[in-house]
């Protein structure tokens, strides 16, 4: 009993100390793991290069064409998602909860920068549907792929748990014993 309460003080604390700044911990992480990638997929195809009088990394210019990769490209919250599902779930043992979380924010990240990048090449090549495609993915699309990483780890790993719902069920019945 003690352990589980500890493991579920030091999961949330966790979970609360990673939101404290803003999820700037996040985007200070995975916006240069997003931008560079980018940028140097595009030069494979284009003549690339960063914006220098903007005074920011996250804008490329192509020909006449800007691509700013702002906060909600790079997806910060999308990786406190994938930490919060994690965390939240009980009974994963150190050592694969450190392979779940980084090799979710691994997968997040490559699927990020091949959207991003193929994003870019709708609109530099003026695609109709760019518009839609943009916003279908912005709205839908990145839940769909957070939830998609967290539902195949969960069959990889095994989990038998269900993220708040576990800790609040063993918490509920740590109170129920001391009623009887």
């Known amino acids: 009993m003690k352990n589980n309460l500890k493991s579920i003080f030091v999961r949330y604390l966790i979970l609360v100390l990673a939101a404290l700044p803003g999820l700037g911990i996040f985007y200070f992480i995975?916006?240069?793991?997003?931008?560079?990638?980018?940028?140097?997929?595009?030069?494979?195809?284009?003549?690339a290069s960063f914006c220098t009088s903007c005074g920011l990394i996250?804008?490329?210019?192509?020909?006449?064409?800007?691509i700013e990769i702002i906060g909600a490209c790079i997806a910060g919250s999308a990786y406190y998602f994938l930490l919060i599902l994690n965390l939240a779930t009980p009974n994963i043992k150190i050592k694969p909860r450190m392979k779940m979380l980084l090799g979710g924010f691994l997968i997040f990240l490559v699927m990020n920068i091949?959207?991003?990048?193929?994003m870019s090449l709708m609109y530099i090549n003026g695609a109709p549907l760019f518009d839609f495609a943009h916003k279908f993915i912005w709205y839908i699309g990145t839940t769909v792929f957070i939830l998609g990483i967290w539902f195949a780890q969960v069959k990889i790993f095994k989990i038998k748990e269900i993220p708040f719902y576990s800790d609040v069920k063993f918490l509920y019945s740590g109170t129920k014993k001391k009623r009887k």
């Open 58 to 66: 996250n804008t490329i210019l192509i020909n006449q064409f800007r």
């Open 114 to 118: 091949l959207r991003i990048f193929f």
């Open 30 to 47: 995975f916006s240069p793991l997003t931008v560079y990638p980018v940028f140097w997929m595009l030069r494979l195809f284009f003549d």
